[in-house]
């Protein structure tokens, strides 16, 4: 069990409300960038006047311009993506609660997706009964949330060596977010009788799940980061 516990010292992991759809697009720009094409970002820029205003409004004078742009990858990914309120703040998902019992999971590595991952299991009695198609989307899902932005799925770690620590590890879209939480909803996973803590993976699903559920009442996608 000691094994299993996380130290003080563990990232607190976060699901925040994000456009998917536009981070998707991003990452390829900017892997073009990352290529020596730095007019992918200009015509990039040119389709989202919003984006752009955005951007001003955090003190980029000429955003359309990349190589002014002082900001490490990470960064410009999250401030460009993140949905926001009205008064221009980051959109909250879920009470403080769930957020915080979801982001300080007590894990090796802090982060509840990956003790998620490595414990879950199909249900034999569903998936060999025609849900086993459920059971690999809600492993593809939970990967693509876990690993999206990663080295292992984009051939690089430049989202996750933000300034001040911020890693970005994965995202799903608006139409991701609903498919999960129905799946999730399903009886097509178990946990593993090895589960090193007591009621762990159910407690993951549950504050997932509340925070999916969150996503789906704003009509958001999300982003899996953490920080610290």
């Not at 820029?45 to 990470?74: C, F, M, N």
């Amino acid at each position: 069990m000691d094994s299993g516990v996380a130290h003080s010292t563990s990232p607190f992991h976060t699901l925040d409300a994000f456009d998917g759809t536009r981070l998707a697009t991003m990452m390829d720009v900017m892997d073009e960038i990352a290529a020596g094409n730095v007019e992918a970002w200009s015509a990039f820029l040119h389709q989202q006047p919003t984006l752009v205003k955005r951007l001003q409004e955090q003190g980029l004078t000429t955003p359309e311009e990349y190589s002014t742009i002082a900001w490490d990858d990470a960064m410009v990914l999250f401030t460009s993506c993140v949905e926001v309120t009205s008064e221009g703040r980051p959109l909250p998902l879920g009470d403080a609660l769930t957020r915080e019992r979801f982001g300080r999971f007590p894990s090796q590595d802090g982060s509840p997706l990956n003790y998620f991952l490595e414990f879950i299991r199909p249900n034999l009695s569903v998936t060999e009964n025609d849900g086993q198609s459920i059971y690999d989307t809600i492993i593809a899902s939970i990967r693509q949330l876990t690993l999206g932005c990663t080295e292992a799925y984009r051939g690089h770690d430049r989202y996750v060596n933000g300034f001040g620590g911020m890693r970005i590890h994965g995202y799903l879209s608006f139409d991701q977010v609903q498919e999960l939480r129905r799946n999730l909803a399903s009886r097509a996973y178990t946990v593993s009788q090895d589960e090193p803590i007591d009621g762990g993976l159910a407690d993951v699903a549950k504050h997932l799940t509340s925070l999916l559920k969150a996503a789906e009442r704003r009509r958001v996608g999300i982003v899996y980061r953490s920080h610290g």
